[in-house]
């Protein structure tokens, strides 16, 4: 089993609708999980974080952390085409010394 | 700041030849990190280090792999032979802070290495 397991994608959603992205890790002690956009043929860049059960919202965007379930997911409202892009999902496990990347899910928001 | 700098953008190189990636780290951050990126596998830990001390190089691939860092602004990764498997993007990223894994990282921009 991979530690942190992402769809690939894509998936493809139309301009204005809420796009989810869910992501799902083995180490049951995760403390930490982030969520990092990369454009195709750039690097990836922060866009949140999120340490404790519930939502957390900042702007569009809004995480959402079950730990029970091991599961975190990604919120994008009012989806845009310029939200095209992989998102990759990142979490330390209980050892607290790595991130853990996901291989990505690529979403593409039709105009 | 520039942001993480690194060099060169793109390698072509033949197969055995030695391959040596650079990278230049914000200013003031503590830690720095190799990374690997393919379709197959994602974004791969290679190594990191605090302070200019290496500290886990549990994700270097093998013995072909190695990795300095001279100074507080400057590291280098070096493949020797290279393989047509190492093919890949090598993204450097550095972060300032207490923890390896909980602070943001920067990226640099990544070098596409492809190895005929």
């Known amino acids: 089993q991979k530690e942190v397991e992402q769809n690939s994608g894509p998936l493809s959603v139309p301009e204005g609708a809420i796009a989810s992205l869910n992501c799902t890790y083995s180490d049951r002690g995760s403390q930490s999980f982030f969520w990092y956009r990369q454009y195709s043929g750039k690097s990836p860049e922060l866009i949140m974080s999120?340490?404790?059960?519930g939502d957390k919202e900042d702007g569009r965007f809004t995480a959402q952390l079950n730990k029970a379930s091991q599961y975190v997911s990604l919120l994008i409202r009012d989806s845009q085409p310029s939200d095209s892009a992989t998102y990759l999902c990142a979490v330390v496990r209980s050892s607290g010394d790595k991130l853990t990347f996901g291989t990505g899910t690529r979403l593409a928001v039709r105009p | 700041d520039a942001g993480v700098i690194q060099s060169p953008r793109h390698e072509v190189t033949e197969m055995g030849q030695e391959v040596t990636l650079r990278c230049k780290p914000i200013s003031g951050h503590d830690y720095l990190f190799w990374y690997r990126q393919t379709m197959m596998r994602g974004l791969e830990l290679l190594i990191y280090f605090n302070n200019n001390v290496p500290i886990d190089d549990s994700g270097m691939p093998e013995d072909r792999f190695s990795a300095k860092m001279p100074n507080a602004s400057f590291s280098t990764l070096k493949i020797q032979p290279s393989e047509p498997r190492d093919s890949a993007v090598y993204f450097c990223?550095?972060?300032?802070?207490?923890?390896?894994?909980?602070?943001?990282?920067?990226f640099g921009s990544g070098t596409q290495l492809s190895v005929l």
């Open positions: 990223a550095s972060s300032q802070g207490t923890s390896a894994a909980n602070e943001k990282l920067f």
């Open positions: 999120i340490y404790s059960n």
